[in-house]
Structures are given as C-alpha cells and as structure tokens.
T-cell receptor
C-alpha cells in the first residue's frame, strides 16, 4: 500500500491569489494524478504529473491556471492560480499501485475562495 | 447521461440495517472501484473488482459485467459507516486508462 500526505488540509483564500498544494508519497511512483471535486460533484481529473516531463492536462484544464511540478518520484505540487469562488473545491492527489490497479488517494485539500 | 450512475444519491438507515448501493456504467471497463469518502474529504479504496464478488468484513461488493452493474452491500450497518460511497470505473480512453467517477451516495446511519 501507499501512504499519501497533502498540505495544507484546508485553506481559505482571497479572490485573485494563488494556493499551492503539496503531495508527498512514501514510495516512488511513476504517475501521480491531481483531481478536483467541486461541491456535490464527482471527482474530475485535472492532470497527470509525470516525473521529468510536463504534466498532461485533461480537457478544460490549462497549465496557466493549474501549474504542476514533479521534481522527483515521491513529491508533486499543484498550484491553483488567480483564484475565484468557482475554484472552491476539494483537491486530491492520487496514484495507482505499482503492481496492482488499486488507486490510492491523499486526504485532500479543502479550498474555499472568498 | 453520466457514464457512471449511482443510486440512491442519499440513504439514511438505522443501525443494524442491511444496506445496498448500486452502480451502473455505460462504458467498457477493465476494473471497478468502490471508494469511501469521509467528511474531511479523504478517500479510501474499499474494493477493486473485475468480476464476481469480494468480501471484506461487513462489506461485500459484486459486479455483473454483462449487465454493467455493481452493488456495494453493508451488513449490520453502524454509525461509523456514515460516509459518501463512490463508484469509479477504470475505462480505456484514447490509448490510456482513466478513472471515471460516479457522484457518490451519501450514507447516514443513525444509532
């Protein structure tokens, strides 16, 4: 199994600012995923964070709004830029098990934008 | 129409009741996951299924590939089972496999 930690667990931010979320994994993984869960909605994949290359973004998500870093195999950050109230969501870091299809999730970061 | 549909959206039960949550999907899948999300937002993987049935403690998950349907059962429910239960399917899309999520079923178990 994998243990994933995220920081911060929650934050309240002002419109127009940015928030950077950190994800730390206790083992080396090739692909890490960032999801967004808007209130009352299902999880939506933002991007796949690849070590050593640019992240792969899903339709509707762009690098300027959601820049991602992946400096090594155990760490990634997601920044949500130029915040608006519509960005209020839970953001989750996730990975797939190395030798299984089990999906592991971090504890989530609950963002509220005022 | 969503690719993954769950029912019911909300479910309230009394402690000790047998609970069933349903998941239907419309895409081809390689695996189906049942996840549990607690009020703080963190998600725990309960089961991963590609066929048949799995049991873990008081939880049972079944899948019928032909009917594109899965159920999650909780026997002898307890207030600590209160959470949102999410069905997700791993579906090949555009050369890679992605997880597609249902909206979740909010379960409240009253003492």
């Amino acid at each position: 199994s994998a243990v994933i930690s995220q920081k911060p667990s929650r934050d309240i931010c002002q419109r127009g600012t940015s928030l950077t979320i950190q994800c730390q994994v206790d083992s080396q993984v090739t692909m890490m995923f960032w999801y967004r869960q808007q209130p009352g909605q299902s999880l939506t994949l933002i991007a796949t964070a690849n070590q050593g290359s640019e992240a792969t973004y899903e339709s509707g998500f762009v690098i300027d709004k959601f820049p991602i870093s992946r400096p090594n195999l155990t760490f990634s950050t997601l920044t949500v830029s130029n915040l608006s109230p519509e960005d209020s969501s839970i953001y989750l870091c996730s990975l797939k098990g190395l030798h299984t299809d089990t999906q592991y999730f971090g504890p989530g970061t609950r963002l509220t934008v005022l | 129409k969503n690719e993954v549909e769950q029912s019911p959206q909300n479910l309230t039960a009394q402690e000790g009741e047998f609970i069933t949550i349903n998941c239907s999907y419309s895409v081809g899948i390689s695996a189906l996951h049942w996840l549990q999300q607690h009020p703080g937002g963190g998600i725990v993987s309960l089961f991963m299924l590609s066929s048949g049935k799995k049991k873990h403690g008081r939880l049972i998950a079944t899948i019928n590939i032909q009917e594109k349907h899965s159920s999650l059962h909780i026997t002898a429910s307890h207030p600590r089972d209160s959470a949102v239960y999410i069905c997700a399917v791993r579906s090949p899309q555009g050369g890679s496999e992605k997880l597609v999520f249902g909206k979740g079923t909010k379960l409240t178990v009253n003492p």
